[in-house]
């Protein structure tokens, strides 16, 4: 078994898989993967001990990381080019969209002071009418 993960956005510019329409884009990126795919085959050939008990066909997984849509391929489809070479043709890419790495900063949008003034909105809205004079040190947004 040859398990491999990559990511489409670290293609190198001469593929082309950056430029043109959105089939011409699928097509480069097919490429691109026939040719990942290749050598994987190359290293499970190189994995073979001839024990008879090893399968004949390798199990290959690539797991294909992308941000743009148009780079995912139908997994299936795929795999009939590697049906008889190959013992999970249909299984071979799993497509997995990349997520996008966030800092704690850009998560807290909201400032501080802000956030005091809900604390001191939702305190004065527990209490009582005429018990509470929170109201009056609250700021406005």
Known sequence: ????????????????????????????V????KDAVEDMLEEAQGKLTGHPDQPT???????VEYSDEAHMLA???FGNNFYDRVANPSDILLFRRKVLDKTKADESDF???HMDNLRLIHAQSRCGA???FLLHSVKTF
């Open 57 to 63: 066909l390798p199990l290959l997984r690539l797991r």
């Open 1 to 28: 078994m040859v398990f491999k993960t990559m990511s489409i956005d670290n293609a190198p510019a001469s593929s082309g898989i950056y430029s043109g329409n959105e089939q011409a884009v699928r097509t480069k």
């Open 130 to 132: 005429n018990s509470c």
């Open 75 to 77: 997994p299936g489809r």
């Open 111 to 113: 400032a501080a002071e």
């Open 30 to 33: 097919e490429k691109y993967l």
